[in-house]
C-alpha cells in the first residue's frame, strides 16, 4: 500500500520539479538580460524586412528592440550601398524607450534605383552601442535622369547643345533634338553616344555645326534610353543673334555716321558712271571710214562695196576717187 502511494505522488512531484525549474530559468534570462542591460552595452535588437515595395529615393526600414529584456534604449538606422551596413549613412536617433519587443522603424531617402543597400537597426545606451544583423535590399531601376539641359556657343549658324544624364547604374544612349517648331514634332535628330552604367550625373554635348538662320527661336532637348525605358528632356530653347556690321577701324569713311562710340553705316547713293559725249562725224569722215572698210573686203566686191558708200553719203565718184 505504501508502495503504491509513492508511485501515485512521484509524477505530481516530477511535474512540479519542471514547473519550478523552467520558472528558475526564465527569470534568470531576464534578471542576466537586465544585468547585462545595466551593466554594459544594449542586447542586440532584430533587424527586419519591411513589407511593400522597394523604390528609389526613398524607403522604410524596420526592427525589434529588446527582444528578451525590457531596459531603456535607444536605437538608429545605419545603411551603405553594398554589403555591409557600417561606414555609409545613419537615420536620426529615436527617443529612449522601455519594454520587450519594441517594433521601430525609419525612412531613408536619396537612394539611388537599382542599387544594393544594406542596412542594421542599432540600440544604443549609456554604455554604448549594439549592432542587429543586417538586412540587405535592392531599389528598383528606372529610366534614366535628365538633370540639365543648356546651350552655349550660340552663333548666327551655329550652337552648342548640352546635358547632364544620369543612367540609373545602367548602360544608356543618348540623342538630341532641335527645330524651329515647339513641339519638336519634327525636329532633326543629331546623334550623340553611349552613357557608362553608373551612378550620378554624367555631362554629354553635341554641336550643330551650321545651317541655323540669324534671328531665329530654336527649340530643343534630350533624350536618353537604357534597358528600363527612355527619357525625354523638357523642351528648351535659345535664340540665334541678328547680323551685327562692325564699325571699321579707322574714320568713319563719307556714307558713315558716327554718334558717340556707335558707328552706324548708311546706304550710300547711287553714283552713275559719266556720260562721254562725243561730236557727230561729218559726211565725209564716214565715207572715208566706209571707203576704208570696203578696202578690206575681197577684190570683186570692192567696186560694188565703194558704189553704196558714195551713194549713200552724197559724193561723186571723181572726189572718192580723188581722196
Known amino acids: 500500500m505504501h508502495d503504491d502511494s509513492l508511485r501515485r505522488l512521484l509524477p505530481t512531484r516530477i511535474l512540479g520539479f519542471t514547473l519550478v525549474l523552467c520558472s528558475l530559468v526564465t527569470w534568470g534570462l531576464v534578471f542576466s538580460g537586465a544585468q547585462a542591460s545595466a551593466a554594459g552595452e544594449p542586447e542586440a535588437p532584430i533587424t527586419e524586412s519591411c513589407s511593400g515595395p522597394i523604390k528609389a529615393g526613398v524607403q522604410k526600414l524596420c526592427g525589434t528592440l529588446n527582444p528578451h529584456t525590457s531596459a531603456k534604449v535607444g536605437s538608429y538606422f545605419a545603411y551603405n550601398s553594398g554589403a555591409s551596413c557600417t561606414g555609409g549613412s545613419e537615420t536620426p536617433a529615436g527617443g529612449e524607450v522601455e519594454g520587450q519587443n519594441i517594433e521601430v522603424s525609419g525612412e531613408v531617402t536619396g537612394l539611388q534605383a537599382g542599387t544594393e543597400y544594406t542596412y542594421c537597426l542599432v540600440a544604443t545606451n549609456t554604455s554604448g552601442e549594439t549592432f542587429g544583423q543586417p538586412v540587405t535590399f535592392t531599389t528598383e531601376a528606372q529610366r534614366p535622369v535628365i538633370l540639365s539641359e543648356s546651350a552655349s556657343g550660340i552663333t548666327q549658324a551655329s550652337a552648342s547643345l548640352e546635358a547632364q544624364i544620369d543612367p540609373d547604374n545602367q548602360e544608356a544612349s543618348y540623342f538630341f533634338q532641335y527645330g524651329i517648331g515647339e513641339s519638336l514634332s519634327s525636329a532633326t535628330i543629331i546623334p550623340g553616344g553611349n552613357l557608362v552604367a553608373g551612378i550620378g550625373a554624367q555631362p554629354v554635348s553635341v554641336l550643330i555645326g551650321g545651317g541655323l538662320a540669324p534671328s531665329t527661336t530654336y527649340y530643343y532637348r534630350v533624350v536618353a534610353t537604357n534597358s528600363t525605358g527612355i527619357s525625354d528632356g523638357p523642351i528648351q530653347s535659345f535664340v540665334t543673334p541678328a547680323v551685327v556690321y562692325q564699325a571699321p577701324a579707322s574714320s568713319p569713311s563719307p556714307g558713315e555716321l558716327t554718334n558717340g562710340a556707335t558707328t552706324v553705316l548708311t546706304t550710300p547713293a547711287t553714283v552713275m558712271p559719266p556720260v562721254k559725249t562725243t561730236k557727230p562725224l561729218t559726211r565725209a569722215q564716214r565715207l572715208a571710214k ?13 567696186a560694188h562695196c565703194t558704189r553704196l558708200a558714195l551713194k549713200r553719203y ?10
Open 290 to 302: 566706209a571707203l576704208k572698210l570696203c578696202k578690206k573686203k575681197p577684190r570683186r566686191q570692192r
Open 314 to 323: 552724197g559724193a561723186t565718184a571723181t572726189k572718192a576717187r580723188g581722196r
